[in-house]
């Protein structure tokens, strides 16, 4: 079997000082939504995809906040994957006190921005970037932590 490198798109959606988080229901670990990328699909069309099919919610997805790359075993399996986290904000209305998953197997949380750092948020380079308020990427990420602070979401 040839080994792939996976690109997943995930979404970084804020509620004033919270993050929301997809928790996997068997695991406990947690982590931003998405989901990967199809071969010839754009990566903001999957997240905008990937949060409809997980969650039911319209999102406008805005612009590449950071990229990071890492790999780990799961389940006896090797990964080697791409990250793209995206900002992401509800088509209409703000954003609902509680998000309901259509998948028996995640579940979805607001966690408070500043208790990242104490959650099993994976992979570790995405916790340790949104514990820094999202400061140090390449990309100028640092805007995560203004708007938090702005109370936008």
Request: with cysteine.
């Amino acid at each position: 079997m040839a080994k792939q490198i996976e690109v997943i798109a995930r979404g970084l959606m804020l509620r004033g000082g919270d993050v929301l988080l997809c928790r996997e229901v068997e695991g406990g670990y947690f982590f931003l939504p998405g989901g990967h990328v199809e071969f010839g699909e754009p990566a903001a069309e999957a997240m905008r995809r990937e949060i409809q099919e997980a969650a039911g919610l319209a999102v406008t997805v805005g612009q590449l906040l950071i990229a990071t790359e890492g790999s780990f075993e799961q389940k006896g399996k090797r990964h080697h994957e791409v990250n793209l986290v995206f900002h992401v904000e509800l088509e209409v209305g703000p954003a609902p006190e509680s998000v309901k998953s259509r998948e028996g197997h995640i579940a979805f949380d607001w966690v408070p921005l500043a208790a990242v750092q104490d959650r099993p948020v994976l992979p570790g380079s995405i916790r340790a970037w949104l514990a820094a308020g999202g400061r140090g990427d390449p990309q100028g990420a640092g805007r995560v932590s203004q708007r938090v602070a702005a109370g936008a979401g």
